[in-house]
């Protein structure tokens, strides 16, 4: 007997990106699921704007300063080849 | 200097010959991202530059080791967690136990179907105080959990780069992204956004 998903169930492999390491049925299940659960379907938007505003927000904040990589290379030791 | 992005294989190559340009290149193209990411987990301006200074110096001793099984970039960001780990030491305190699965079980009634279901964030999302209001939230997901989210979502890695980094299974992955991201919905929604 095929068993039938739930909402808690989809949640959990949407919040994990666990979808495309499950079996084909599981696959074919879950995208059932989303085409007829809106509430599901929210929840996948969610997600998606979540990692945008966290994305937008990491990019937005304090930058290091332009002679950030400057600094970074001036205290790395690199000798030249020994021939 | 080359004009188009050299592949990991050859900028290794020219970093053995020491190459001082390629090393330039190299340092150029991932010290911000890795800055972001530390900054991102909570350590300071000055903290997160020693850090990615840790990372290019661990990166010279070791470059004969290196075997390219692995891109670069997921070689960088693994050893940042490394040494991000040595400098927290409470990393511990993330696998201890949370009450999660208590707060997620609530979503859902006894069939596993929605109580409270999801609201339509787009509209909210516009707004500019969201950017705040998640970066708020993020500091307060345990740091193994915002580690993967921000890898996930930030850095655009994909789950088998974020294991090898983390050295953890694409199980428990799931678990801490499933845990980061359902602490940032519970902690929004504590502050009206839902």
């Not at chain 1, 949407?14 to 509430?39: E, G, K, N």
């Not at chain 1, 938007?45 to 904040?61: F, M, S």
């Not at chain 2, 053995?16 to 909570?42: C, Q």
């Not at chain 2, 990393?91 to 179907?113: M, N, P, T, V």
């Amino acid at each position: 007997m095929i068993h039938i998903m739930n909402c808690r169930e989809i949640a959990t492999l949407l919040d994990s990106d666990a979808v495309q390491h499950q079996r084909w049925i599981t696959r074919v299940q879950f995208r059932v699921h989303l085409w007829t659960c809106w509430h599901c379907r929210l929840l996948a938007r969610q997600i998606k704007w979540l990692g945008k505003v966290a994305r937008q927000a990491a990019t937005a904040g304090p930058e290091a300063d332009t002679d950030f990589e400057a600094r970074i290379l001036r205290n790395l030791s690199f000798p030249p080849k020994q021939i | 200097m080359a004009s188009q992005p050299l592949t990991d294989t050859l900028l290794l190559n020219r970093l053995r010959e020491r190459d001082p340009e390629t090393l330039a290149a190299t340092v150029n193209e991932h010290s911000r991202p890795l800055y972001r990411a530390a900054r991102g987990m909570g350590f300071d301006q000055q903290q997160a530059e020693d850090l990615v200074q840790d990372v290019f110096t661990v990166f010279l001793q070791k470059l004969d080791e290196f075997e390219g099984r692995s891109q670069l970039r997921t070689w960088l960001f693994g050893i940042l967690h490394w040494k991000m780990r040595e400098k927290r030491r409470s990393l511990q305190r993330d696998e201890s136990y949370d009450a999660i699965d208590a707060s997620f079980a609530e979503w859902f009634d006894g069939k596993g179907y929605w109580v409270s279901h999801p609201e339509d964030l787009e509209r909210l999302f516009a707004s500019k105080e969201i950017g705040a209001a998640v970066e708020e939230c993020l500091a307060s997901v345990p740091l193994q959990q915002r580690e993967v989210f921000l890898l996930r979502e930030v850095e655009g890695l994909d789950s088998k780069e974020i294991c090898k980094n983390l050295q953890i299974s694409n199980t428990h992955m799931g678990v801490l992204l499933h845990r980061a991201r359902h602490k940032l919905r519970e902690c929004l929604r504590g502050k009206g956004w839902r």
